[in-house]
């Protein structure tokens, strides 16, 4: 039985005393034994965000991370960094990286084999466009995004990861994909996890579903068969998080 998994991306809002104050505000809200809850914020807010959350079933995620160990790469953040702050997971290719910073298949899987060797757990994003769903190839492309991500990646290994289904058409335009377009395609997922892995690693593997996330839409998205958690956007950094953290 897969535990469920929500996480709040807080994207690039939060400065660290709004962080503080909003992790404060949902501290109790979110408070459940049933899902692991992650607020996944900017990497200035990690540390303040670990010392509001300490104690409490919250665990902390990064945005980002880059995928070599330390060196003169400007601006960029390690998973050692990462670690040390007090996070244990991290958002790799979300499709905002994927589309403004030029994020490729192949950068995600670096990121992803990085954030394993260090023990970081990644909150893997795949998702297709609107035009490659009315192209028909919605499953093809979210085949392919998976394979190559989880290249060079074991069963044993894999089984820690956390896969987010995102159409990038439901992400931030209250538009959210219908209850069986999720399934449908967290189903085909789970597919593509068992023909890498077999059928054992991939029915361990969580599954979340993210775009427009809400109070309203999340208890029945995650009632889904392979839908197990969300990843929410807008919707995490309100009060109502704690409804969905509770669906
Ligand atoms: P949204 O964002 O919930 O605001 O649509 C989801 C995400 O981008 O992770």
Same mark, same amino acid.
């Given at each position: 039985?897969? &535990? &469920? *998994?929500?996480? #709040? /991306?807080?994207k690039m809002n939060m400065t660290p005393s709004e962080a503080v104050a909003l992790a404060e505000t949902l501290k109790p809200l979110v408070a459940t034994s049933e899902a +692991?809850?992650? =607020?996944?914020v900017p990497a200035v807010d990690i540390v303040p965000v670990v010392n509001a959350v300490k104690g409490t079933n919250i665990e902390v995620g990064a945005e980002n991370l880059y995928f070599e160990d330390k060196g003169a790469y400007t601006g960029e953040i390690s998973a050692d960094m990462i670690l040390d702050a007090g996070a244990k997971?991290?958002? *790799? #290719?979300?499709?905002e990286r994927r589309e403004? =910073? &030029? !994020?490729? +298949? !192949?950068i995600v899987n670096k990121k992803v084999l990085k954030a394993l060797e260090k023990g970081l757990t990644p909150i893997l994003c795949c998702g297709e466009s609107l035009t490659q769903r009315e192209q028909g190839i919605t499953i093809e492309w979210v085949r392919m995004q998976i394979k190559i991500a989880l290249q060079g990646v074991s069963a044993e290994e894999a089984e820690k990861i956390v896969i987010a289904y995102e159409p990038i058409w439901a992400i931030g335009t209250g538009k959210t994909a219908t209850? !069986?377009?999720?399934q449908e395609v967290c189903g085909a997922i789970r597919v593509v996890l068992g023909e890498i892995y077999g059928c054992e690693t991939a029915e361990k593997i969580r599954i979340q579903y993210g #775009?427009?996330?809400?109070? #309203? /839409? $999340?208890?029945?998205? =995650? $009632?889904?068969? +392979? *839908?197990?958690g969300g990843l929410v956007g807008g919707a995490s950094l309100k009060p109502g998080f704690g409804v969905i953290a509770n669906a």
């Open positions: 039985m897969r &535990k &469920k *998994i929500v996480a #709040g /991306n807080w +692991d809850v992650v =607020f996944c997971y991290v958002v *790799i #290719g979300h499709s403004y =910073f &030029k !994020e490729t +298949d !192949e209850t !069986e377009q999720a #775009g427009s996330v809400n109070e #309203g /839409n $999340a208890a029945e998205l =995650f $009632a889904q068969p +392979d *839908i197990d």
